[in-house]
């Protein structure tokens, strides 16, 4: 997993009805990309996070494609 500075990662819920969080990577602390992610979400709360196989990288790219 890989991601930028302005990308959101996506946490998708586990249990049904359990909404996913979308958080928006403010600092990536690994090398390359990689994890940990320093994210913030809506409510302006940051924590740091190293992403497990529920989670989704939405690149920039890939948010500005979906919206036109």
């Known amino acids: 997993?890989?991601?930028s500075v302005?990308?959101?990662l996506v946490?998708?819920?586990r249990v049904v009805g359990q909404h996913d969080q979308i958080s928006v990577v403010v600092e990536v602390m690994g090398?390359?990309?990689t994890p940990p992610y320093r994210v913030r979400f809506p409510d302006?709360?940051?924590a740091v996070m190293s992403p497990g196989p529920d989670?989704?990288?939405?690149h920039r790219e890939q948010e500005h494609q979906t919206q036109q």
């Open 1 to 3: 997993m890989r991601a």
């Open 6 to 8: 302005g990308d959101q």
């Open 11 to 13: 946490q998708h819920g």
């Open 31 to 33: 090398t390359e990309g």
């Open 44 to 46: 302006g709360h940051e």
């Open 55 to 58: 989670c989704q990288v939405r």
